[in-house]
T-cell receptor, first 116, second 112 residues
Framework: DVKVTQSSRYLVKRTGEKVFLECVQD?????MFWYRQDPGLGLRLIYF???????EKGDIPEGYSVSREKKERFSLILESASTNQTSMYLC???????????????FGEGSRLTVL | QQQVKQSPQSLIVQKGGISIINCAYE??????FPWYQQFPGKGPALLIA?????SEKKEGRFTISFNKSAKQFSLHIMDSQPGDSATYFC???????????FGAGTILRVKS
């Protein structure tokens, strides 16, 4: 079974703090994603990585950065956390590009971040 | 920005009834159109997906209907069970790149 592990399930941080959310996948997937989930807004893509050290901005990258130094690990960084970044963050991975893309994403269980 | 419009936002169905969730998409790649199911405290997981060159796909009690001309697709859950209570997301492939656009989600509650 594919496993995507998010190291922190619940975090509480103060405004202005730097926050690291870590994600590891064990299926040698090329693609990794960070989504943000908010009620009524669905899953919104923050950043996407299709290879080590490669990244693309998603729909809502402002206030976030990412790091992918190893194929299995994709980190989301909030340089200076703000209250409007209180949310559920979901990491996902998938294999293949183009015609091999089945649309199947494998998600972690999420990291619920509260910024006070 | 590409969108997928999903309705209803929430749905209450009696046990044994039919649950229907609808999605409409804009310009997209010709690829897979998946539905994801999310239980509380868990990440979403792929439930069922359809290629747009077919009009319907059925897996057990779950059926996707696809209308390419109308740019709409829907999920039907037959004989809905309390264990089906979850949040359901439709998704469409983006026009460019190996990424999906998700709908806003539907919270389904099946009453026993």
């Amino acid at each position: 079974d594919v496993k995507v592990t998010q190291s922190s399930r619940y975090l509480v941080k103060r405004t202005g703090e730097k926050v690291f959310l870590e994600c590891v996948q064990d299926m040698d997937h090329e693609n990794m994603f960070w989504y943000r989930q908010d009620p009524g807004l669905g899953l919104r893509l923050i950043y996407f990585s299709y290879d080590v050290k490669m990244k693309e901005k998603g729909d809502i990258p402002e206030g976030y950065s990412v790091s992918r130094e190893k194929k299995e690990r994709f980190s989301l960084i909030l340089e200076s956390a703000s209250t409007n970044q209180t949310s559920m963050y979901l990491c996902a991975s998938s294999s293949g590009l183009g015609l091999t893309n089945t649309g199947e994403l494998f998600f972690g269980e999420g990291s619920r971040l509260t910024v006070l | 920005q590409q969108q997928v419009k999903q309705s209803p936002q929430s749905l209450i169905v009696q046990k044994g009834g039919i649950s229907i969730i609808n999605c409409a998409y804009e310009n997209t790649a010709f690829d897979y159109f998946p539905w994801y199911q999310q239980f509380p405290g868990k990440g979403p997981a792929l439930l069922i997906a359809i290629r747009p060159d077919v009009s319907e796909k059925k897996e057990g009690r779950f059926t996707i209907s696809f209308n390419k001309s109308a740019k709409q697709f829907s999920l039907h859950i037959m004989d809905s069970q309390p264990g089906d209570s979850a949040t359901y997301f439709c998704a469409a492939p983006r026009a460019y790149g190996n990424k999906l656009v998700f709908g806003a989600g539907t919270i389904l509650r099946v009453k026993s």
